[in-house]
T-cell receptor, first 111, second 113 residues
């Protein structure tokens, strides 16, 4: 499994766009990049997944450069309810085991 | 409603008293997992199951047992709980491969005195 590195924590004001970058230098050809969100005292929730270029859904955008050694989760105009821990996971579909979560990035949105 | 349920949600027990945390999913998922979450250590996988009667160790299996007799249920058993097993536990399920979306239960907060 490719190792990922992401900031431990970030602060942002309400209404701002937040970008969380994840580094995965050893990503393999078949690996996908997946992001989960976890609110306090709740289980993680899948938010977005991509393989290359850009993916957008109703919650976030995921930007993946051509070399795929990093990825950026973008949250537009955050609100207080976006305060959560965000996990970047990298892995392929071949194993039976699950992807490795790590400690994630704790985002705090400030009023 | 598609969901993963866990019971109990909160449990305080004493060292050595066997306990079981139940997990059930209604999505017909083949894969189920147990995680524990501790401050500064993130989510760590305890055990996982690829289907009925097929289970395997995750990253931190010591002190835990699991069983998968039915597709929908995946109980976590602590035969002799110790204080270092005080943690927040999550059950999860998914279909298909490892990159597919995992659905997590609400969590069980366990305290072992």
């Amino acid at each position: 499994l490719a190792k990922t590195t992401q900031p431990i924590s970030m602060d942002s004001y309400e209404g701002q766009e937040v970008n969380i970058t994840c580094s995965h230098n050893n990503i393999a050809t078949n690996d996908y990049i997946t992001w989960y969100q976890q609110f306090p005292s709740q289980g993680p929730r899948f938010i977005i997944q991509g393989y290359k270029t850009k993916v957008t859904n109703e919650v976030a955008s995921l930007f993946i450069p051509a070399d795929r050694k990093s990825s950026t989760l973008s949250l537009p105009r955050v609100s207080l309810s976006d305060t959560a821990v965000y996990y970047c996971l990298v892995g392929d579909d071949t194993g039976a085991n699950n992807l490795f979560f790590g400690t994630g990035t704790r985002l705090t949105v400030i009023p | 409603e598609a969901q993963v349920t866990q019971n109990p949600r909160y449990l305080i027990t004493v060292t050595g008293k066997k306990l079981t945390v139940t997990c059930s999913q209604n999505m017909n998922h083949e894969y189920m997992s147990w995680y524990r979450q501790d401050p500064g250590l993130g989510l760590r996988q305890i055990y996982y199951s690829m289907n009925v009667e097929v289970t395997d160790k995750g990253d931190v299996p010591e002190g835990y047992k699991v069983s998968r007799k039915e597709k929908r249920n995946f109980p976590l058993i602590l035969e002799s709980p110790s204080p270092n097993q005080t943690s927040l536990y999550f059950c999860a399920s998914r279909t298909g491969g490892a990159v597919n979306e995992q659905f997590f239960g609400p969590g069980t907060r366990l305290t072992v005195l």
